[in-house]
């Protein structure tokens, strides 16, 4: 069967990571199930529009595991995952579905910023409040790309 590779960038999560450890083949594995949120915009100036594109993610493994500690709701990241069919029968009829199963995930928030989340304290609308957002220049911040992810030093 054939994948097709899915990329979804600049994401945010829509709410907690949720875990659950599953039987698999050797025994207990850890399934987290995320979602993720990302943006599109067509147009320019009146004629802009947005549109935003949820995917439900699957994460295995160690994978899944970093996932649930390290995210929450609201953090941003990158994903990289396939996707595949998930039909079944019911009733004698063919139900038709897809699944997304990340393969990577780049976590893009500094580590403060994903503590803050995660800990609930200021600035969990996006790790920092909006006196400090208004008063660090953009062109002084790393790029999102550029970030270490927030488990890289802990």
């Known amino acids: 069967m054939a994948n097709v590779s899915v990329i979804q960038r600049h994401a945010h999560l829509a709410g907690a990571v949720k875990l659950e450890f599953v039987n698999g083949r050797e025994g ?5 199930v995320l979602t993720a949120i990302s943006n599109t915009r067509r147009g320019s100036g009146e004629a802009r529009e947005e549109e935003s594109t949820a995917i439900q ?3 295995w493994g160690k994978q899944a595991e970093n996932a649930a500690e390290y995210l929450g709701k609201g953090s941003h990241v990158n994903i990289v995952g396939r ?3 998930n039909n079944y029968e019911k009733d004698g009829e063919t139900v038709y579905g897809m699944a997304f199963t990340a393969e ?6 500094s580590r403060a910023e994903s503590e803050a989340r995660r800990n609930g304290g200021p600035g969990t609308d996006g790790g920092t ?10 062109a002084s911040r790393k790029p999102r790309a550029a970030r270490q992810p927030a488990h890289a030093d802990a």
């Open 83 to 85: 996707l595949r069919n």
């Open 57 to 59: 993610w699957t994460l």
């Open 28 to 32: 207990k594995i850890a399934k987290a």
């Open 129 to 138: 409040n909006s006196a400090e957002r208004s008063s660090t220049p953009a």
């Open 104 to 109: 990577e995930i780049d976590y893009l928030d």
